[in-house]
Each structure stands twice: as structure tokens, then as C-alpha cells.
């Protein structure tokens, strides 16, 4: 699976200006934190894991440390506490990814505030819960599958 057939790459004189993330891709996010598509969830965070390993990212980068205290939280912790660890967690990794100046970086940025934007998309606490569940198993197999240093 290609990842880059679910982003769009906007380019100005040769640089990518701007990437963003397809309808496609959009749809299959929502269905994933949706919990529909657990087998394709397993394959596309390995897919992403093995695209993200360009980072470089070492096991002391603070980059993944947030991630693991992310995934962390939201599995241990009860609501509202893992909903507003997840909403620092945002905030933290957009600073992070804000350092990284190459297309992986801004790929996975991107993913992430997809994932976000549609775990918060509903006013509903419950569907909220179910989708920042989803998100942590999905975030735990993208880590999983980073090779990290």
C-alpha cells in the first residue's frame, strides 16, 4: 500500500508547499476510529510505521516519548482525564512535528490532526470515549512498527 495515494501534495516551484489528506483517506480514518475496519487498521499503522521510519526518530526523541505517553494515557486513564491528557497531547505534538522540516513530518502531522479533528468531530461523550480509544490502538501499532533507534 502507497501511502502517498491518500494525501494530496500541493507543490510551488518544485517544493511541497502544502500536504493535505485526500476524502478517501478521511472516510477510512473515520471508519477506523469508528471501529469498523480493525483488520485494515493493523495494515495501514504498519504501513505508516514503516513510512515513518525516515525520521530517524530515536527512543529518547521527544517526538516519541509524547506519543507513548499519549497512547498511555488514554488507555489507563478514565474519562474526562485521558480526553484532556489527549488534547495536551495535540498541542505537545504539533510543537514537536513543527521541528521536523521533511514530508514525513508533515505526512504524519497531518494524519494526526485527522485522527484528532474526527475523535472530536461529535458532541457525544460516549462516541468521543469509543474514538480516542480506536486512536490509541491505532497510534500503539504505528509505534509498534517505527523502527526506533
Known amino acids: 500500500m502507497n ?22 483517506f478521511f472516510t477510512t480514518l473515520f471508519e477506523i476510529l469508528e471501529g469498523r475496519r480493525a483488520k485494515f487498521m493493523g495494515d495501514l499503522a504498519r504501513n505508516f510505521g514503516f513510512y515513518f521510519r525516515k525520521l530517524n526518530l530515536e ?7 509524547t506519543l507513548f505517553a499519549m497512547v498511555r494515557n488514554l ?13 495536551y497531547a495535540r498541542a505537545r505534538i504539533n510543537r514537536l512535528t513543527e521541528q521536523y522540516r521533511n514530508e514525513e513530518a508533515q505526512i504524519f502531522k497531518t494524519l494526526f490532526e485527522n485522527c484528532y479533528r474526527i475523535v472530536f468531530q461529535t458532541n457525544k461523550r460516549e462516541d468521543i470515549v469509543k ?6 490502538r ?10 526506533v533507534k
Open 59 to 65: 527512543r529518547t526523541d521527544d517526538l516519541v516519548i
Open 131 to 136: 474514538r480516542a480509544r480506536q486512536l490509541s
Open 75 to 87: 488507555k489507563m486513564q478514565k474519562s474526562p482525564d485521558n480526553i484532556k491528557s489527549l488534547i
Open 3 to 24: 501511502i502517498k495515494s491518500f494525501f494530496n501534495f500541493d507543490r510551488k516551484d518544485g517544493q511541497i508547499s502544502r500536504i493535505s489528506a485526500n476524502d478517501n
Open 138 to 147: 491505532f497510534f500503539e501499532e504505528i509505534l509498534l512498527n517505527i523502527p
